[in-house]
C-alpha cells in the first residue's frame, strides 16, 4: 500500500476537531514567525465547522495574530451572499466574525447574486489569486483544509467531472452531485502548490474513499500532493478500513 502522507488517527469527531484547531493555529503562528503573515485556505463540510468552532474557542488562538492572515476558499457553493450553505457564511459566523481579521485580507469566492455564472466566480478569483501572486498563478498557500467527500471528492473536484482536469488556479463547477449543482472550486495543480494540505475526515462514510485514496491515488482526494507536505487528520470510524497504518 503506497502512501501519499502521514495519516494521523484521532480517536473520534470532538477530539479529531480540538487536534486539527490546535495544530492549525501553531501552524500559522510558525508562519507568521518567518515571515510576518500567514495564509490559510478554508474549506466547506461538517469538520470543518467544527474545526472553526474548536478555533475560536481554544485557549491558544492568541498565537496567532489575525490581522496578519490571508483567509482564501479551497471551493465555494454558487449561491447569494449570506446564504447560510455557503462556506463562506459557515466559516465568518463559526470563527471569522468573531476574530480580530483584516477584511482586506479576506478572500471570498464571488457569490450569485453578484456574478450570474460560477465561471464568472471562477474568472474573479483567478485575477484575486494571481493579484496575490505577484502577477499569474496564485500564492503557495501556508496551509490549505480540505474535507473530503464519500466519493472521494477534495473543494468541488468531484470523481469524473471535468473540472478535476481542470487548467488555470479556479474554476467554476457544474452538474456537482452534491448539493448545489453549481460551485467554484480551486484546480488540482492550486492545491497542490499549497505548502500543506491537510485532508480531514470523520465518520464511517469516509472510510472507503480515504483507504481507496490512500492505496490508488486514483480518486480526487488521491491526487492530493502538496508540495511541502499532506497529512491524513481523520478519526478511528474514518481509519476503519484501512488495512496498514503508517504513522
Ligand atoms: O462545499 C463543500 O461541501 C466542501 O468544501 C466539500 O469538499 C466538503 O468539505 C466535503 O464534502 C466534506 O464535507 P463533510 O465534512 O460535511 O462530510
Known sequence: MSRTGAVIVHNDADVLAEAVAARLLN???????????ASIVLTGGRIAAKVYQNI???????????????????????????????????????????????????HPMAA???????????????????????????????????????DGHVASLFPGN????????????????????ERVS?????????????IIASGEGKAEAVDESLSKGELPAGRVKAVGHTRWLIDKDAASQLKHLEF
Open 27 to 37: 501552524r500559522l503562528a510558525d508562519a507568521q514567525a518567518h515571515r510576518g503573515e
Open 56 to 106: 475560536l474557542g481554544s485557549p491558544i488562538r492568541t498565537v496567532v495574530d489575525w490581522s496578519k492572515v490571508d483567509f482564501w476558499w479551497g471551493d465555494e457553493r454558487f449561491l447569494p451572499s449570506g446564504d447560510p450553505e455557503r462556506n463562506e457564511t459557515q466559516a465568518r459566523e463559526a470563527f471569522l466574525d468573531h476574530l480580530p481579521v483584516d477584511p482586506e485580507r479576506v
Open 112 to 150: 450569485a447574486d453578484a456574478v450570474e455564472t460560477p465561471e464568472d466566480a471562477a474568472v474573479l478569483y483567478r485575477e484575486e489569486l494571481a493579484k496575490a501572486a505577484g502577477g499569474e498563478g496564485a500564492p503557495a498557500f501556508d496551509l490549505l483544509l480540505l474535507g473530503i467527500g464519500e
Open 162 to 181: 471535468p473540472a478535476l482536469e481542470a487548467s488555470g488556479s479556479a474554476v467554476g463547477v457544474r452538474n456537482s452531485p452534491k448539493p448545489p449543482s
Open 186 to 198: 480551486l484546480t488540482m495543480s492550486t492545491i497542490n502548490a499549497a505548502t500543506a494540505a491537510w
